[in-house]
């Protein structure tokens, strides 16, 4: 990833997503079946080395949009968007039902714009929508949260979704069904359709919950918006290196906060939810940044 060559066309982009995400399917099944303990060392390591930095670098492309073309961590910047995530953070301990609904509405629509964006540049006669975005934003994530392992999760914010009756597997096989009809949808326009369905495949092969999301989340979504950043705000390409290190600050404040939220919660201070709901209410502010929806003083 740290050579110019990967971000300079939106097709060889497209394809690596492709390869990394199908092949860490399988990946994900084989360390199932034979080395199941480096199942979750991998998935840490795939959301520190690159997840983490995707949201870290919220500084920086923050600036890149609003004229800074330096991207320096600005106090003006950092204690708003922290104090967001706290903000979330009460919110999704107050009202947990509607803020996963809205945290999955949000997440839907940001992980399926970011890919539309590269497909732009694939297909030029096309421009992102919001409708598109979250039909494939759905399509990636339905799959993965509707597993019987996401759905005890989700239990504890209140979505009652496991069924009394049949086999446990039904609302992953309906959710991969949806699936597979919005990819071919989606084809018809943005002949996105394969990656559309990798959602589907993480699913039902990488036994892991952790590690199908990290693959996902770091091989996919976070590789493709590297891109759309380096051709549409700055030509930083050649520059990755410099790039990325100036989203150590962050990584490392971010990394201290979350380690301490999972360190309570471990010692029985904090509960399983509410160090989750840290974790997700993260997240939003992110969304709200790139996306463009608000924007913090610079100077």
């Not at 967001?84 to 009202?95: Q, R, S």
């Not at 199908?212 to 390409?237: K, M, P, V």
């Not at 600050?249 to 471990?266: D, E, K, R, Y």
Request: with cysteine.
């Amino acid at each position: 990833m740290m050579g110019a060559s990967p971000f300079q066309d939106a097709g060889r982009v497209r394809r690596w997503t492709l390869v990394l995400l199908f092949g860490g399917a399988l990946l994900g099944d084989a360390l199932w079946h034979w080395l199941p303990a480096l199942q979750t060392p991998l998935a840490v390591a795939l959301i520190l080395g690159i997840g983490l930095q995707h949201g870290a670098l919220d500084h920086v492309l923050h600036a890149h949009m609003h004229g800074d073309p330096e991207g320096p961590l600005r106090q003006s910047f950092a204690l708003p968007y922290i104090g967001a995530i706290g903000l979330c953070w009460v919110a999704f301990e107050w009202l947990p039902p509607i803020m996963l609904a809205l945290f999955l509405l949000v997440s839907s629509y940001h992980f399926g714009m970011s890919h539309l964006r590269v497909d732009a540049k694939r297909t030029v006669s096309l421009r992102p929508d919001p409708l598109s975005g979250i039909a494939l934003g759905l399509a990636l994530l339905a799959p993965m949260i509707m597993r019987p392992d996401a759905l005890l999760v989700m239990e504890q914010f209140g979505w009652h979704l496991i069924p009394s009756f049949g086999d446990r597997k039904l609302p992953l096989q309906l959710a991969s069904v949806s699936a597979i009809v919005l990819a071919a949808v989606l084809h018809r326009s943005w002949r996105n359709g394969v990656l559309a369905l990798s959602g589907v495949m993480l699913a039902w092969f990488v036994h892991d919950l952790l590690l199908a999301f990290a693959l996902y989340f770091a091989l996919g979504h976070a590789r493709e918006a590297f891109f759309e950043e380096f051709q549409d705000r700055q030509s930083l390409t050649r520059e990755f290196g410099r790039f990325y290190l100036r989203s150590l600050p962050l990584t490392l404040a971010f990394a201290v906060m979350a380690g301490g939220i999972l360190w309570s919660a471990q010692e029985g201070w904090l509960s399983e939810r509410a160090a989750l709901s840290f974790l997700l209410a993260g997240t939003m502010p992110h969304v709200a940044v790139l996306e463009g929806w608000v924007t913090a003083r610079l100077r």
